[in-house]
């Protein structure tokens, strides 16, 4: 999808709309819980409300905050990877992705994940059960669908 056009407009699906704000989208799952963890050469974490599941997966080195102090945490290294699961089943405060391509979520009270996008490749992608997918591709170029039914 053609990124102006997805900036003027949400993507609505059964339980999950995308909104547009003046300078980022939001993906409203405040209150989500993370419940799994999946770790290979990416960091996949599954957010969920009731039935509703949604899957962040982050294939490019981030930062993890607790309060204002960045961690860097690069997925080559697992010691470092292993540090995210201080966030089990902690809520998600908010959900933003940046025109950009940045993400940022808030967990919890104190901490807050940052994925910055890559030149050459995806840094993330969000996928969840309604078939919303959103996707930073190289330069932080977004893509934005969903599955129609």
């Not at 290979?40 to 309060?67: K, M, N």
Request: glycine residues 4%; contains cysteine.
């Amino acid at each position: 999808m053609d990124t102006k056009k997805a900036k003027q407009t949400a993507i609505m699906t059964p339980d999950i709309t995308l909104r547009r704000l003046p300078d980022r989208w939001s993906l409203p799952i405040e209150g989500a819980r993370i419940t799994q963890f999946l770790i290979d050469h990416a960091l996949a974490l599954r957010f969920q409300v009731e039935s509703q599941r949604t899957i962040l997966r982050i294939e490019h080195d981030f930062y993890l905050y607790t309060g204002d102090v960045p961690q860097p945490v690069d997925l080559t290294m697992k010691t470092e990877v292993g540090s995210v699961l201080v966030l089990y089943n902690l809520p998600v405060a908010e959900f933003s992705i940046r025109d950009n391509g940045r993400l940022e979520v808030a967990i919890g009270e104190e901490y807050r994940l940052l994925v910055d996008p890559h030149p050459e490749q995806n840094a993330w992608q969000i996928v969840a059960d309604n078939g919303l997918r959103v996707a930073c591709m190289a330069n932080g170029q977004l893509s934005i669908t969903r599955a129609q039914a």
